[in-house]
């Protein structure tokens, strides 16, 4: 592999952080609320700092950072430093696809998503991997692309098929790895991109979020390697889901803290009832610190019915 060329590291504080870092498309509900929670217990219950980032590149709506933060601070999460915005970050984004453009570690990909959809999965790669379809084209190929006006977006010429992570709750995972789109057709930098180069840049060191991104953890882990970046320590917990095993959504009913306060609850009892869920007690985010164990946390989603806010642990 070609080697990274050298760059003047950013220099981030010594101590490590924790981060909640949330996507400015509407009200967080309960499940992302329990995972805020989380992630704050996580790194104060350490000696952490707290880092609050809005992850605001796509999918912004008027407003509701505003209510997002309030949200998170009427449960008792706080955080050290200034809110982040990754909107304000853009050439750090863009350094680092320079970086590894210099190396010789990615390449334009002019395929739509309908047609990465309908071919076949790369050689042993996961099922929906992208198939390299643009990863060797002539010099004339990408031209005659780009005349007929496709837009290209950057991709990882990645070097291995799988990378292993660490995760505090689910032990040692091994998971696949193939040419992750680095920057899309439209500019916009791609999460799995900007998750990183924030992350180190930040001093983050503590990832606590959903498992629903577990199996996208390890391609990131080996970005950051390529970028000569540290990878942090992740937690991926239990999501919440809804009566029907799914994923618990905005339109599943009264999943929101003012749907909640809407309905008679206070705030504590939303608190209670989250930590209640997750082997707890207590109203605020304070009062969980005591006794927080991350070892006794459940292994097994949370099923939520907002109407009757019947809940049990387990599986769909």
Not at 179 to 190: E, K, N, S, T
Not at 198 to 214: P, S, W
Not at 244 to 265: C, E, I, P, S
Request: proline fraction near 8%.
């Amino acid at each position: 592999m070609t080697a990274m060329p050298t760059d003047p590291a950013p220099s981030t504080p010594t101590a490590g952080a924790g981060r909640y870092a949330p996507s400015p498309s509407g009200d967080l509900h309960l499940g992302n609320l329990r995972t805020a929670l989380l992630a704050w217990l996580f790194a104060r219950s350490t000696g952490r700092r707290f880092v609050l980032r809005v992850d605001d590149l796509d999918r912004v709506r008027p407003g509701a950072e505003e209510r997002q933060l309030g949200d998170l601070a009427a449960l008792g999460i706080d955080w050290d430093g200034p809110v982040l915005h990754q909107s304000d970050r853009l050439g750090r984004y863009d350094a680092a696809v320079g970086r590894l453009t210099e190396a010789g570690l990615t390449y334009e990909c002019f395929c739509t998503r309908k047609e990465i959809q309908q071919a076949a999965t790369a050689p042993h790669g996961p099922q929906g991997a992208y198939p390299g379809t643009c990863r060797d084209l002539t010099p004339a190929e990408r031209d005659a692309r780009r005349a007929a006006g496709r837009p290209a977006a950057l991709r990882l010429r990645a070097a291995r098929r799988d990378f292993e992570i660490t995760d505090r709750l689910h032990g040692k995972y091994r998971g696949p790895v193939d040419d992750l789109v680095l920057r899309r057709g439209d500019g916009i930098p791609a999460y799995n991109l900007t998750v990183v180069v924030d992350d180190a840049e930040h001093g983050i060191d503590q990832v606590v979020r959903g498992d629903d991104l577990l199996p996208s953890t390890p391609r990131q882990a080996y970005l950051a390697t390529l970028l000569g970046l540290p990878v942090p320590e992740y937690a991926h917990v239990p999501l919440v889901l809804n009566t029907t095993g799914q994923r618990l959504a905005k339109r599943d009913g009264a999943v929101t803290l003012a749907d909640r306060r809407h309905r008679g609850d206070s705030t504590r009892a939303v608190v209670a009832m989250l930590a209640a869920s997750l082997g707890l007690s207590g109203g605020s985010a304070d009062e969980l610190l005591t006794g927080f164990d991350p070892g006794r946390l459940p292994r097994t989603p949370w099923i939520l019915d907002p109407d009757s806010l019947v809940c049990a642990a387990g599986g769909p």
